[in-house]
C-alpha cells in the first residue's frame, strides 16, 4: 500500500567545507528515499542549510565578506556535494530564505501564544562551535584547566536580554512521550541516554540572542533575533507550507517520518524539538535517528590535523558507488566507524568486484557464450533452483525490513547473502561443465542466476543507484520495470529475450606499487 514518507538530513552549517560526515548523513537519507520510491509511496526527502548563528557570522567576518555574500557562496558547496553524491533530495532549504523567516517567526508565535515564553536574561556559558548553552557543572577542564564544553568546545560567558522556553515545564510530558513512542528516538542506545537526560530534571532554554544580528528576528521584539537552533529546527517545518498554504502539504507531511541526525546533535532533536513542537500544538517527529561518527584511520576529522576526507576526491578515485557503499556497508549505521583508503579498498575488490562483479558477469557472459545472449527457456526445477529464487523473492521484504529500522547495513547484508548464496549455487551446478551434455539443465541453471540477479539489481538501487540502472541494462529490464512492484512473479525475466553483451560494472581497485613507472 502506497504511504507518504518524508524524511530530512540536518541543515549544514556553511562555516565549513563538505567532509565525508555530512556526506554520510545525507546518503543514508538518500538511500531511504529511494527505496521508498521505489515502493511506490509518496516521498519527501529534504537536506539544506544552516546559514545563521554566530558561528556563520564568525566565519563571514574571517572571510572578509558580508554573512549573505558568504552563505550565499558555501552554500553552494553543500548543493554541489548534493549532485556529486546524487542524492535525490527534493527541495533544499536555506535559512536564509523568506519562506523559512516566515515558518520560523509563525512557529515563534505559535509557542508564545501557549504561554511557554518569557523575556529574562541569560548569564551563563554558551559554545559558539556548537552553538549551545552549557550549564556549569556540564562543562569539563580543558588544556589549561580551562573550561571546556563537553564536547571539547571552547565556551565563554555571555551576559544579555534574552526569552526564554520553559522546558522545565515539558519534562513529565517528554517523558510520557518517550514511553509511549519507544520508536521516537533511536537507536534503543540513545533514547536511554535521551530519557536519563529529561529525568535528570530540564532548565529553561534561552531562545533568543541580542549580542549579535545575523539571525531571524524574533516577532514583535526589536533587538532580538531567535536562538539559531530553534530557527534551524523550523527548517523543517518549512518547506511543507507552516503554518498553512501549499494546497493542505503540511497537513499531509507532517509530522516527519524520521529526522536522520548524527549523536553529536540528538538533544536539539529528541529534547527541545519535541517541547518545542507540542508547546506549539503540533505533533513531534515519528522519529529521530541518531548515527554514529567517522574518525579518519583512527583519529578524529578536524582542518587543524589535516585530515579531512574530501567526498569529491573519494568519487573520483574510487567511482561514486562504491563510495556510497563503503559509507553504508563498512559500520553499522548508529555506531561509530573509522575511515581508511585500505578499507575502502577492501570493500571494493572483496564485495564488489568479487562477489557481486563476479557473479554477475559469469553469469551473463555464460549466457552470451552458450546461448548467444539468448535468455534460455527454463525446463523444470530442481530444489536448489527453487530455493535459490526463493532466497531472492525474500530480499524484497527483508531488506524494506532493515531499511524500516534505519539497519542500512543490514539491508546490505541480506543482498550479499544472496550474493554468496549464488555464487556458492554456480559452483556447485557447473553449468560450464554440464551444458557439454545437458544444454537445457544449464540454461535453467543461467536462467536461474539472471533471475536471481535481477533481484539483487532491483534491491542495489538505492545504494548504487548507477550501477544497479547498468546491471539492469544488462538483462534486459525495461525501465519502467525496475520499481519493487516488479519484485515478485510480475517481473520475471523473459525467455528468449536478447541480451546486450556483457561488460564489467565492478572493476578491481589496482593499487599501483610505489615507484613503479
Ligand atoms: N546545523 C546543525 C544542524 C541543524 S539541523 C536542524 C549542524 N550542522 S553540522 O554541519 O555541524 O553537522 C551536520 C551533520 O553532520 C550532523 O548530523 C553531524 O553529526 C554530521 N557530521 C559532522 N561530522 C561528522 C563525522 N565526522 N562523522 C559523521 N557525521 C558527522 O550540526
Given at each position: 500500500m502506497a504511504e507518504r514518507f518524508y524524511?530530512?538530513?540536518?541543515?549544514?552549517?556553511?562555516?565549513?567545507?563538505?567532509?565525508?560526515?555530512?556526506?554520510y548523513t545525507t546518503l543514508a537519507c538518500d538511500v531511504m528515499a529511494r527505496f521508498h520510491r521505489l515502493n511506490g509511496d509518496e516521498v519527501l526527502f529534504l537536506t539544506?542549510?544552516?546559514?545563521?548563528?554566530?558561528?556563520?557570522?564568525?566565519?563571514?567576518?574571517?572571510?572578509?565578506?558580508?554573512?549573505?555574500?558568504?552563505?550565499?557562496?558555501?552554500?553552494?558547496?553543500?548543493?554541489?556535494?548534493?549532485?556529486?553524491?546524487?542524492?535525490?533530495?527534493?527541495?533544499?532549504?536555506?535559512?536564509?530564505?523568506?519562506?523559512?523567516?516566515?515558518?520560523?517567526?509563525?512557529?515563534?508565535?505559535?509557542?508564545?501564544?501557549?504561554?511557554?515564553?518569557?523575556?529574562?536574561?541569560?548569564?551563563?556559558?554558551?559554545?559558539?562551535r556548537d552553538e549551545a548553552f552549557y550549564a556549569e557543572d556540564e562543562l569539563v577542564a580543558g588544556p589549561g584547566g580551562k573550561k571546556r564544553a563537553p564536547t571539547g568546545a571552547d565556551v565563554e560567558w555571555v551576559k544579555e536580554p534574552s526569552y526564554f522556553f520553559k522546558l522545565s515545564a515539558w519534562q513529565d510530558r517528554l517523558l510520557e512521550f518517550y514511553e509511549k513512542n519507544p520508536q521516537a528516538v533511536q537507536p534503543d542506545s540513545r533514547r536511554n541516554e535521551v530519557i536519563s537526560f529529561?529525568?535528570?530534571?530540564?532548565?529553561?532554554?534561552?531562545?533568543?540572542?541580542?549580542?549579535?544580528?545575523?539571525?531571524?528576528?524574533?516577532?514583535?521584539a526589536p533587538g532580538h533575533i531567535m536562538y539559531v537552533w530553534l530557527d534551524a529546527l523550523a527548517n523543517y517545518l518549512t518547506e511543507i507550507g507552516y503554518p498553512g498554504g501549499k494546497d493542505g502539504k503540511f497537513a499531509r507531511f507532517w509530522p516527519a517520518d524520521v529526522h536522520v541526525v548524527g549523536k553529536d546533535i540528538l538533544r536539539f532533536h529528541a529534547v527541545y524539538w519535541p517541547a518545542f513542537l507540542m508547546a506549539a500544538g503540533l505533533e513531534p517527529p515519528r522519529r529521530v535517528f541518531a548515527h554514529g561518527w567517522w574518525t579518519v584511520e583512527g583519529e578524529k576529522m578536524s582542518k587543524s590535523l589535516g585530515n579531512v576526507v574530501d567526498p569529491h576526491e573519494m568519487i573520483e578515485r574510487y567511482g561514486l558507488d562504491p563510495f556510497r557503499y563503503f559509507l553504508l556497508r563498512e559500520v553499522p549505521f548508529g555506531n561509530d566507524g573509522d575511515f581508511s583508503q585500505a578499507a575502502l579498498i577492501q570493500r571494493i575488490n572483496s564485495d564488489l568486484a568479487?562477489?557481486?562483479?563476479?557473479?554477475?558477469?559469469?553469469?551473463?557472459?555464460?549466457?552470451?557464450?552458450?546461448?548467444?545472449?539468448?535468455?534460455?527457456?527454463?525446463?523444470?526445477?530442481?530444489?536448489?533452483?527453487?530455493?535459490?529464487?526463493?532466497?531472492?523473492?525474500?530480499?524484497?521484504?527483508?531488506?524494506?525490513?532493515?531499511?524500516?529500522?534505519?539497519?542500512?547495513?543490514?539491508?546490505?547484508?541480506?543482498?550479499?547473502?544472496?550474493?554468496?548464496?549464488?555464487?556458492?549455487?554456480?559452483?556447485?551446478?557447473?553449468?560450464?561443465?554440464?551444458?557439454?551434455?545437458?544444454?537445457?539443465?544449464?540454461?535453467?541453471?543461467?536462467?536461474?542466476?539472471?533471475?536471481?540477479?535481477?533481484?539483487?539489481?532491483?534491491?542495489?538501487?538505492?545504494?548504487?543507484?548507477?550501477?544497479?540502472?547498468?546491471?539492469?541494462?544488462?538483462?534486459?529490464?525495461?525501465?519502467?520495470?525496475?520499481?519493487?512492484?516488479?519484485?515478485?512473479?510480475?517481473?520475471?525475466?523473459?525467455?528468449?529475450?536478447?541480451?546486450?553483451?556483457?561488460?564489467?560494472?565492478?572493476?578491481?581497485?589496482?593499487?599501483?606499487?610505489?615507484?613503479?613507472?
Amino acid at each position: 500500500m502506497a504511504e507518504r514518507f518524508y524524511i530530512t538530513t540536518p541543515i549544514y552549517y556553511v562555516n565549513d567545507v563538505p567532509h565525508i560526515g555530512h556526506a554520510y548523513t545525507t546518503l543514508a537519507c538518500d538511500v531511504m528515499a529511494r527505496f521508498h520510491r521505489l515502493n511506490g509511496d509518496e516521498v519527501l526527502f529534504l537536506t539544506g542549510t544552516d546559514e545563521h548563528g554566530q558561528k556563520v557570522e564568525k566565519a563571514a567576518a574571517a572571510a572578509g565578506e558580508p554573512p549573505q555574500t558568504f552563505v550565499d557562496g558555501v552554500s553552494q558547496n553543500f548543493r554541489a556535494l548534493a549532485k556529486a553524491m546524487k542524492y535525490s533530495n527534493d527541495d533544499f532549504i536555506r535559512t536564509t530564505e523568506p519562506r523559512h523567516i516566515e515558518a520560523s517567526q509563525a512557529l515563534w508565535k505559535a509557542i508564545e501564544a501557549s504561554g511557554n515564553i518569557y523575556l529574562g536574561g541569560y548569564e551563563g556559558w554558551y559554545s559558539v562551535r556548537d552553538e549551545a548553552f552549557y550549564a556549569e557543572d556540564e562543562l569539563v577542564a580543558g588544556p589549561g584547566g580551562k573550561k571546556r564544553a563537553p564536547t571539547g568546545a571552547d565556551v565563554e560567558w555571555v551576559k544579555e536580554p534574552s526569552y526564554f522556553f520553559k522546558l522545565s515545564a515539558w519534562q513529565d510530558r517528554l517523558l510520557e512521550f518517550y514511553e509511549k513512542n519507544p520508536q521516537a528516538v533511536q537507536p534503543d542506545s540513545r533514547r536511554n541516554e535521551v530519557i536519563s537526560f529529561v529525568a535528570g530534571g530540564l532548565r529553561d532554554l534561552s531562545i533568543s540572542r541580542t549580542s549579535f544580528t545575523w539571525g531571524i528576528p524574533v516577532p514583535d521584539a526589536p533587538g532580538h533575533i531567535m536562538y539559531v537552533w530553534l530557527d534551524a529546527l523550523a527548517n523543517y517545518l518549512t518547506e511543507i507550507g507552516y503554518p498553512g498554504g501549499k494546497d493542505g502539504k503540511f497537513a499531509r507531511f507532517w509530522p516527519a517520518d524520521v529526522h536522520v541526525v548524527g549523536k553529536d546533535i540528538l538533544r536539539f532533536h529528541a529534547v527541545y524539538w519535541p517541547a518545542f513542537l507540542m508547546a506549539a500544538g503540533l505533533e513531534p517527529p515519528r522519529r529521530v535517528f541518531a548515527h554514529g561518527w567517522w574518525t579518519v584511520e583512527g583519529e578524529k576529522m578536524s582542518k587543524s590535523l589535516g585530515n579531512v576526507v574530501d567526498p569529491h576526491e573519494m568519487i573520483e578515485r574510487y567511482g561514486l558507488d562504491p563510495f556510497r557503499y563503503f559509507l553504508l556497508r563498512e559500520v553499522p549505521f548508529g555506531n561509530d566507524g573509522d575511515f581508511s583508503q585500505a578499507a575502502l579498498i577492501q570493500r571494493i575488490n572483496s564485495d564488489l568486484a568479487n562477489d557481486l562483479g563476479n557473479l554477475f558477469q559469469r553469469s551473463l557472459s555464460m549466457i552470451q557464450s552458450y546461448f548467444a545472449g539468448v535468455l534460455p527457456k527454463p525446463a523444470q526445477f530442481s530444489d536448489a533452483d527453487r530455493l535459490l529464487i526463493e532466497q531472492a523473492t525474500k530480499l524484497h521484504p527483508s531488506v524494506g525490513a532493515a531499511i524500516g529500522r534505519q539497519a542500512l547495513h543490514e539491508a546490505l547484508g541480506e543482498i550479499w547473502r544472496v550474493v554468496a548464496d549464488a555464487n556458492r549455487y554456480v559452483d556447485g551446478e557447473r553449468p560450464w561443465t554440464v551444458r557439454k551434455t545437458d544444454s537445457v539443465r544449464a540454461g535453467t541453471v543461467l536462467y536461474v542466476l539472471a533471475e536471481t540477479v535481477r533481484h539483487i539489481a532491483l534491491l542495489l538501487q538505492p545504494f548504487m543507484p548507477d550501477s544497479a540502472a547498468r546491471m539492469l541494462d544488462q538483462l534486459a529490464v525495461p525501465v519502467d520495470a525496475r520499481t519493487f512492484a516488479y519484485c515478485g512473479v510480475r517481473g520475471q525475466l523473459v525467455s528468449g529475450v536478447q541480451l546486450p553483451k556483457p561488460e564489467g560494472i565492478f572493476p578491481r581497485y589496482v593499487v599501483e606499487e610505489k615507484g613503479a613507472a
